[in-house]
C-alpha cells in the first residue's frame, strides 16, 4: 500500500474533492460521477487521487482503479498544455484520419497518447466529435481542423506552437 | 405576446459553436438593433439542424431558406437584402455549396433540406428549447396534459404503445408495449426507467440532436413512461462528452420542475415523478442495457448474466425499464395522436419513422428523419446527394460499427427491422456509411476489428479473445501473410463468438466480417494495400 498521506496534501483542491464526495456519498452508486469531479479539478487521476478517492468513499483502491481504467474518459497519466484530439470516427476513417494520426505521431515524435517532453501537446485520438461533415478532422484544444491532408495537419501543430509560444 | 413577421433561426451545436456562431448571433442581434426592427424580427437559439460540415447556418422564415456557412461580415448583407427588401442573398448560398446550385427551384428536392416526415424532430431546430413556454405553445407537454384530463390509465397506456407497434430504436427492434409490460407486471415497490442516452455508436449522432434540440420531449416521454410501468425515479445516462447535451437537459429538467411538470403531484394530479441525469464516461459496451445499468451503478460497465432481465431485477436488483432516446421520443406523438395514426407510417410490421445519419463519401452529410422501410437508394442519393465527386458507390456500412457492408446489388433493400433482416442485415443504429469506389474494405474491416478489440470489456473470453484474434488475423493480410483458409478461419470465429458470448458486442462482430469476406472477397488477396501504401500508388499515377 502507499504511504499515502505524504501525497495527499491538505490543499484546496482535495478539499473540493472531499466536499464534493460528502455531498454524494449519500446517493446511490456515486462513483463515476466522483471521478468525473476529480478528473475536472486535477487534469487526471494519478495514483494519489485514486487512493485519496478510495479512502474517503471507504472503498477499496482496486475498485477505483478498475472503474479509472475501464473508462475511456478517465486518464492516469498527466498530460499536456495543448491537446491534439484526431478523430477516428468511421466517416473520418474513410477518409484517411490514420495517415493523419500517424504523421503527427512522427512529426511530434511520441506515440498515440503521449505527451512531447516539453509538455506542451499529448496526441491522443477520439471516437467521434459529430463533426462528420469535416472529416477527416482533428482538434487542438477546443478548435476543430477539418478537412485534412497529411501537410496541412503538420503545417497547423507547427503554426500553432509558433503562434502560442508568442503569446 | 408580441407577433413577428420574420424569424430567424440560429441553430447551436458544438461544430457551430466551433464555426463561431455567437460572433454572428452578436452581429444580427446589433443590426437588427441598429435597424430598429427589433420588435418585427426575432432571433431563436435553436438546436441543430441535422447538417454537418455547413459552419453556422441560418434558417430564415416564413421564406424557409437556409443559408449556410454563414460569417459575420455576411450578416450585413443578409439583413440588408433578405430581410429589408425580401431577396435571397444568393452569392452567400451560392459560394457556399448551397444546393442552389442546383437551381433554386430544386432546392427542397435534394439534400438535407428535402422535405421529410419529420415527427420526433418536429421541434429540433424549430424551438428555443431554454424557452419551455415556447416549447409548451408547439405543443409540449400536451400528452401528458391529456393524460392527467382524460385520467388515462397506465394499462391503457401500455395497451396504445402495444398498439402502435413501435419497436425499440437501439438497435434490436424489441416491441416496445411489451417491454413495458414486463416492468409493469414485475412486482415491487421501488421501479427505475432508465434512458440510454450513451451514445457511442461511431458515426452516429441521433440522440445527441434529440437531447439539444428537443430535451424537453425527452423529458415529457420520461414521465409518461415511469407513469406507465409505476415508476416514480428515471435516470437519463448521457455520454460525458456530450457537454451541450447534459446542459440543455438540465435545463429543461430544471425548468419543468419549476412549472410543475415534475416532480410530486405533477399538474396537481397523482402523478410523481423525478428525474436525474447519470454522465457516461465512454465505453461502447455501455449501450448494452444490463452494462449500462452496472455503469449507473458506479462499477465497470460489464453486461450481466440474463436472465434475470432488468424488468425484474435491474438498477440496485428493482425492476428496471431502459430505452434508447429515439423511441422514447416516439411515446408523446403516440399518446397525443393515438395508435391508428402512427400506424399509418412505416411499414405493417415496423411503423413509424427512423432517423438516419448518412455520412462517409456522399454530398450531403448529415441526419434525417424518414418512413421505415425508405429504400436504401433514395436515403443515399435523394437525401445524401449521391455519391461525391461523381465517382461510383462501392459500398455502404450500415447499422453501425457492428453493421453490414451492402453492395451496390443490395441497394433497394428497404431501411425497416423485417426487410434488413432478409438480407442478413441489422438497421442498429440507423448509422448509414457510404464508400466510393476507392475504398478499401479489407482496411474498413481492420477498422471494426481494431475498435472491437479496443471496446470488449474483456469479461467473457469468446469476445475478449475472439475480437484480438481477429485482429490478428486482418492483420496478418496486412503485412502480405494471409491465406485463403484464413478468410474461412474468420467467419468461423464469428460464427462462435455469435454462438457464445455474453452480449451483443461479441455476437454482432459476425456482421460486418461476414458481408465484407462473402461480398467483398476478391478484396482480400493475400496482401492488400494499407491506406498509406494506396495513397502512394495513387500519387505514383
Known sequence: MFHTEAHAPENRHYEQLREFIREQIDKPGPLIQVLHRAQEIFGYLPMEVQDFVAREMNIPHSEVYSVVTFYNFFRTEPIGDHIINVCLGTACHVKGAQLILDALADELDIHVGGTTEDRFFTLSTARCFGACGLAPAMMIDEEVYGKLTVDKARKAIREFRKTTEKK | ?541
Open chain 2, 1 to 541: 405576446m408580441n407577433l413577428f413577421r420574420m424569424h430567424i433561426l440560429i441553430p447551436v451545436d458544438d461544430e457551430a459553436i466551433l464555426a463561431g456562431v455567437f460572433d454572428v448571433k452578436r452581429e444580427l442581434e446589433s443590426e437588427i438593433r441598429r435597424r430598429g426592427m427589433d420588435s418585427e424580427i426575432k432571433i431563436l437559439e435553436t438546436g441543430t439542424v441535422g447538417a454537418t460540415g455547413k459552419g453556422v447556418v441560418l434558417i430564415v422564415y416564413p421564406d424557409n431558406i437556409y443559408y449556410y456557412n454563414v460569417r459575420r461580415e455576411d450578416v450585413a448583407l443578409i439583413i440588408e437584402e433578405h430581410v429589408v427588401k425580401g431577396r435571397l442573398v444568393k452569392s452567400i448560398a451560392h459560394e457556399a455549396g448551397n444546393d442552389l446550385k442546383h437551381g433554386h427551384k430544386a432546392f427542397h428536392q435534394v439534400g438535407l433540406t428535402r422535405k421529410q416526415p419529420r415527427v420526433i424532430l418536429d421541434k429540433c431546430c424549430m424551438v428555443d428549447t431554454y424557452n419551455i413556454e415556447e416549447v409548451i405553445s408547439y405543443g409540449g407537454y400536451q400528452a401528458l396534459e391529456k393524460i392527467i384530463s382524460e385520467k388515462i390509465t397506465p394499462a391503457q397506456i401500455i395497451d396504445t404503445v402495444k398498439q402502435s407497434g413501435l419497436r425499440g430504436r437501439g438497435g434490436a427492434g424489441f416491441p416496445t408495449g411489451l417491454k413495458w409490460s414486463f416492468t409493469a407486471q414485475a412486482p415491487g415497490e421501488v421501479k427505475y426507467v432508465i434512458c440510454n442516452a450513451d451514445e457511442g455508436e461511431p458515426g452516429t449522432f441521433k440522440d445527441r440532436l434529440i437531447l439539444e434540440g428537443d430535451p424537453h420531449k425527452l423529458v415529457e416521454a420520461m414521465i409518461i413512461t415511469g407513469y406507465a410501468v409505476g415508476a416514480r425515479k428515471g435516470y437519463i445516462y448521457i455520454r460525458g462528452e456530450y457537454e451541450l447535451s447534459i446542459e440543455r437537459t438540465q435545463r429543461a429538467i430544471d425548468d419543468a420542475m419549476a412549472q410543475g411538470l415534475l416532480g410530486d403531484r405533477i399538474l396537481g394530479s397523482d402523478i410523481s415523478f423525478h428525474l436525474e441525469i447519470k454522465k457516461g464516461a465512454g465505453a461502447y459496451v455501455c449501450g448494452e442495457e444490463t452494462a449500462l445499468i452496472e455503469s449507473l451503478e458506479g462499477d465497470r460497465g460489464n453486461p450481466r448474466v440474463k436472465p434475470p432481465y432488468p424488468a425484474s431485477k435491474g438498477l440496485w436488483q428493482k425492476p428496471t425499464l431502459v430505452n434508447n432516446v429515439e423511441t422514447l421520443a416516439n411515446v408523446p406523438h403516440i399518446i397525443s395522436n393515438g395508435a391508428e395514426w402512427y400506424r399509418k407510417m412505416g411499414t405493417e410490421k415496423c411503423p413509424g419513422t427512423k432517423v438516419f445519419t448518412i455520412l462517409g463519401h456522399v454530398e450531403y452529410p448529415g441526419l434525417i428523419e424518414v418512413e421505415m422501410g425508405t429504400p436504401l437508394r433514395e436515403i443515399i442519393y435523394n437525401y445524401g446527394g449521391g455519391v461525391k465527386d461523381g465517382k461510383r458507390f462501392k459500398a455502404a456500412l450500415v447499422g453501425g460499427a457492428a453493421g453490414v457492408f451492402l453492395p451496390d446489388r443490395l441497394l433497394d433493400v428497404r431501411m425497416d427491422f423485417e426487410s434488413l433482416k432478409e438480407d442478413a442485415a441489422v438497421l442498429g443504429s440507423g448509422a448509414i456509411l457510404v464508400m466510393n469506389e476507392d475504398a478499401s474494405i479489407p482496411e474498413m474491416l481492420h477498422s471494426v476489428l481494431e475498435f472491437f478489440a479496443h471496446e470488449s470489456c474483456g469479461q467473457c473470453s469468446p469476445c475478449r479473445i475472439g475480437t484480438k484474434q481477429l485482429l490478428n488475423m486482418i492483420e496478418d493480410f496486412r503485412a502480405g501473410e494471409g491465406a485463403e483458409s484464413q478468410l474461412d478461419a474468420m467467419i468461423r470465429m464469428s460464427e462462435t463468438m455469435y454462438q457464445t458470448s455474453l452480449c451483443p458486442l461479441g455476437q454482432s462482430l459476425i456482421m460486418p466480417v461476414k458481408s465484407a469476406l462473402e461480398n467483398f472477397r476478391e478484396e482480400f488477396p493475400a496482401k492488400y494495400k494499407t491506406k498509406a501504401e494506396s495513397a502512394i500508388d495513387r500519387r505514383k499515377k
